[in-house]
């Protein structure tokens, strides 16, 4: 068996690639997994069902070709892309110069195989993003049982794509057509990204999909459109102008690479794109109209947080020429301008990332706020580059410019020593709820998970793409880098100022520890709960619960509505389920 | 002649509303009618011409040989067109009919204008469609609501009546929508009652939510998971892919519902609110557009289902707590219990009685009668 598959990646709309000038529309991509690949396109961690939702009928696999490449342990699948001036094979040349043009795309057939192909690159792309060892380091695990995340390339006509927790499933829909093709989000790389982003999030953070604050179902999408225009950033075909000196500039500002889902936001009326993450969005209520975002609304919410992020990139990218490993590499490689550039967007892409995930990964479980998340970046950064205060600079002079009230981490527990075990954990719990702010009648749920603080690679060893399914940490970790990160979760009670609704809400909050394996406390983060968080509550929650009602619904064929969101009065106390789902899948609230 | 009076019959599932409204033109003193729908639906027309003959008669009788001034065709659901059709066709003499107005979409070169609109209209026919074939495939025919809702939003049936809707006035029949200014004389004949749309949205492709299609199962196949996919994980996925019929049914009756006209009429200081069965898109369009105004009379839309009355913050603003006059306020629920799921909603008839001095239901009376409100 094979270990690796080339896939071809489509990394641009198909309406749009004509307007851009690039090497190449599609992107070769290198990926390995020690279980091999399958018909399919299938693997270990995510599978292809090209399952037509209008007729139930499944379309049929893309062939496996074992000796479709000239490399050793590397196969292929049977594809055959369909550009406009008829159809062409794979680039199979990963060399940079010698790369097909395959020019623009030409129309899709329902069955073809092209798009499940690259489809399945461009989420195996985004997890091994997010999963390299200069970001996460480690393999992330799904939100739902089981170890694979199945993928529906065109399942229906439908003006969206979501992650749908329940069904384990991302599903493109399509609809619609600009310049005479058939829109399929399927081909958007950005909403592929985005969408896998989202499994990846509930993954690492699973209460973020049943919070009720706005600002914490924000977090999932601001996350997702950060990855997915860092991801853009990484396309070689992308930043490579044939015959020219590649300019900076296009990383800087709002560009195709900054823009999310031009084709899709431009078919459903939201001008250039659907957002874009160069841009000077706040919550600052004083701000100027078009700065100021309507803040119970996650969507438009996740501009601030994408933003953000995005502003740390370009500071990034701009300080990457004086980095060490970025100078080191450029000058060894004695790289041509385009080269240096890959390297400087790998590395500001890696540390952005990086700062990222790992802020999730250390954040509290519950309804967090952007604030909880960049106290969390912070904290991380912190301790993964104790000696680099750089980036923690500018996120909190972004955070101030843009309306987010950072307040100062716990230290209570610096000098304390803390257990490891659950029932020790527990005792030592009990005799500082106080501390936590967990309420007495509180039932907490404890979990303990092995991690590493350890030096990131940041700059990638070459720019080719080529990434293993489960990445190899052992040149960067050891015992000696060995922690815990000890979360406590809980129920948090407030009381509910929407008519009808109860007199009390439930909401979830908590805690993180990180201790060394001698038990030393390094980091506490809390979830900080102001007057403000819970009026953002109270205004997001207005409008989704909007005609819902407390009981379960039945449609008119007897069976519950899926709606996504689910309220739940007891006792005159509110509690919800299924946000997340209810603006995806539903999407009837924004 | 110095009351308005707004007769709301018992037509089972449907509205069927008259107001008389008196007028001075500056020479002499008339009663105007203005009548709004007429229509039910259980079962189609054969089982339910004896509701609209009672209707027809009482309003030939309280006519006595008038015509009425003005029709209003809020939307194209058979619940509220199908009455005057029937009853013609049950061989029953209409009253005259001057003016009509019709929700805009059912002009007949409406989706030629707006090819948007054209395109979700297309896509919501196909899914009824396809919601038809999987209740007839899953035995759900029979089952009331299914029914109810597969009557309700038949094209085929709706398109017979809006076609004899649209002939029905012998003056003039405007397609009105919220930009819409009526002209005295010319789109009505009052002179003392004025007319104000705050909907529907002319170009009504807004009104269309998301739709996800319910997977059709093909008779005798069964899917199984292609060679290394997760079983677990493909059934969770079709089980998802073969939910959500009621959704999808629902999401069919929202998009005709919020192309109803809402309109108000004032007269003598009162402010009546007539909503047909505008739905939460429809009233958050009607609120960012700054149409809405407290009133003193709403016909609570959509039967008083939970999902025809805004929320809180949209009440508040057609029916503040903090009163602007001490005029009384009343809520006309046309409805019938039994025909959907929870319809009418108890939450939402609490919720109106919390806002108004009188609700009042067509359940109170009998079938094919009518309860009446007055305003002096």
Same mark, same amino acid.
Request: cysteine-free; charged content about 10%.
């Given at each position: 068996m094979k270990r690796g598959v080339l896939l071809p990646v489509l990394i641009q709309d198909p309406a749009v690639a004509g307007e851009t000038e690039a090497r190449s529309i599609v992107h070769p991509v290198v990926v390995k997994d020690s279980a091999g690949f399958n018909e399919g396109p299938a693997c270990r961690r995510v599978a292809m069902v090209d399952l037509d !939702?209008?007729?139930g009928k499944l379309r049929p696999s893309a062939k496996f070709d074992p000796r479709g490449t000239p490399y050793r342990d590397i196969a292929t699948y049977k594809v055959a892309i369909p550009t406009k001036r008829g159809t062409r094979s794979m680039p199979w040349s990963r060399g940079s110069a010698k790369g097909t043009d395959v020019g623009e795309l030409g129309s899709l057939p329902l069955d073809d195989t092209f798009m499940k192909v690259s489809v399945f690159g461009t989420v195996l792309r985004t997890i091994g993003l997010v999963q390299d060892p200069a970001v996460l380091g480690r393999e992330i695990e799904w939100a !739902?049982?089981?170890q694979q995340l199945l993928v529906v390339p065109r399942a229906a006509e439908m003006d969206n794509a979501f992650y749908h927790r329940e069904s384990r499933s991302l599903q493109f829909y399509y609809g619609g057509s600009l310049h005479g093709s058939t829109i399929f989000s399927g081909l958007s790389q950005d909403i592929v990204a985005h969408e896998t982003a989202h499994a990846i999030i509930d993954g690492i953070a699973p209460d973020l999909y049943d919070a009720i604050s706005p600002e914490s179902l924000a977090i999932h999408e601001g996350l997702a459109d950060l990855t997915a225009a860092l991801l853009s950033m990484r396309n070689r075909e992308l930043t490579h102008k044939p015959g020219q000196r590649t300019s900076t500039k296009e990383f800087l500002q709002s560009s195709r690479f900054s823009r999310i889902a031009e084709e899709f936001g431009r078919w459903r009326g939201h001008g250039d794109a659907l957002r874009d993450v160069c841009n000077t969005r706040t919550m600052d209520p004083y701000a100027a109209d078009e700065s100021r975002v309507d803040q119970t609304s996650p969507h438009s919410l996740s501009e601030v947080l994408s933003g953000l992020l995005f502003v740390v990139f370009k500071a990034l990218f701009s300080a990457a020429p004086r980095d060490a490993s970025v100078k080191r590499k450029v000058n060894r490689e004695n790289s041509s301008n385009f080269e240096a550039i890959r390297y400087r967007l790998a590395y500001a892409c890696n540390r952005t990332l990086g700062l990222a995930y790992r802020g999730l990964d250390w954040l509290p479980r519950g309804d967090a706020s952007f604030a909880d998340l960049i106290e969390a970046m912070i904290a991380a950064d912190q301790e993964f !580059?104790?000696?680099?205060p750089r980036v923690r600079k500018v996120l909190r002079k972004e955070a101030r410019l843009r309306g987010i009230s950072l307040t100062k981490t716990k230290q209570l527990f610096r000098k304390l020593q803390v257990p490891s075990d659950e029932p020790t954990l527990r005792t030592f719990l009990e005799a500082h709820r106080k501390d936590f702010d967990i309420p007495s009648d509180a039932e907490v749920t404890i979990t303990v998970r092995k991690m590493h603080i350890y030096q990131p690679p940041l700059t990638p060893f070459s720019t080719s793409e080529s990434f293993d399914l489960k990445p190899n940490m052992s040149k960067f970790t050891s015992e000696k880098t060995e922690h815990n990160l000890i979360k406590f979760t809980w129920l948090q009670k407030e009381s509910n100022d929407l008519e009808g609704w109860g007199t009390k809400r439930r909401y979830r909050s908590g805690a993180t520890v990180v201790a060394n394996m001698s038990g030393a406390v390094q980091t506490v983060l809390q979830l900080q709960h102001t007057p403000m968080t819970m009026s953002l509550r109270s205004g997001f929650l207005q409008k989704m619960l909007n005609g819902e009602s407390a009981t379960l619904q039945i449609g008119p064929d007897g069976v519950p509505l899926q709606r996504g969101l689910r309220a739940n009065l007891v006792n005159e106390t509110l509690s919800i389920t299924g946000a997340m789902q209810a603006l995806h899948v539903v999407g009837e609230f924004e | 002649m110095t009351a308005l009076t707004i007769v709301a019959y018992n037509v089972l599932f449907g509205d069927a509303i008259l107001i008389c409204v008196p007028d001075n033109n500056g020479r002499k003193s008339v009663m105007r009618h203005v009548l709004i729908d007429v229509g039910n639906v259980l079962g189609g027309p054969e089982s339910n011409a004896h509701v609209f003959r009672s209707v027809v008669d009482d309003l030939n009788r309280r006519l006595d040989g008038r015509p009425i001034d003005l029709y209003v065709m809020t939307h194209e659901h058979m619940d509220h067109v199908q009455g005057l059709l029937c009853a013609q066709q049950d061989g029953q003499e209409l009253p005259q009919i001057d003016h009509a107005w019709l929700t805009a979409s059912a002009s007949k070169n409406y989706y030629e204008q707006f090819p948007e609109a054209k395109k979700q209209r297309a896509l919501h026919l196909a899914a009824y469609d396809r919601v038809h074939r999987i209740a007839l495939q899953r035995g759900l025919v029979g089952v009331a609501p299914v029914r109810a809702f597969l009557d309700n939003n038949n094209p085929r049936r709706t398109g017979d009546c809006v076609a004899f809707l649209r002939q029905v006035a012998r003056k003039k029949t405007t397609y009105v929508h919220s930009g819409f200014k009526p002209v005295p004389g010319e789109t009505h004949p009052f002179s003392q009652a004025t007319f104000s749309i705050w909907a529907p949205e002319e170009d009504t492709s807004s009104y269309y939510g998301r739709m996800r299609p319910v997977m059709q199962k093909k008779r005798g196949t069964r899917l199984t998971a292609p060679e290394g996919v997760d079983q677990e994980a493909f059934a969770a996925l079709v089980e998802f892919s073969r939910s959500g019929l009621g959704d999808e049914m629902l999401a069919i009756d929202r998009a005709a519902n919020n192309t109803s006209i809402v309109f108000t009429i004032e007269w003598h200081g009162w402010r009546l609110l007539f909503c047909g069965d505008a739905e939460l898109r429809s009233w958050r369009t009607m609120e960012k557009q700054g149409q809405l105004r407290p009133v003193h009379f709403i016909k609570v839309g959509h039967h008083a289902s939970h999902n025809g009355t805004p929320g809180e913050d949209i009440l508040e603003q057609i029916l503040p707590l903090q009163r602007p006059d001490s005029r009384l306020r009343t809520a006309l629920v046309s409805t019938c219990k039994d025909t959907y799921n929870g319809v009418p909603d108890d939450k939402t008839l609490d919720k109106l009685r919390h806002r108004v001095d009188k609700l009042v239901q067509t359940t109170e009376t009998g079938v094919g009668e009518a309860v009446e409100i007055t305003f002096e």
């Open positions: !939702f209008h007729t !739902f049982s089981g !580059f104790p000696n680099d | -």
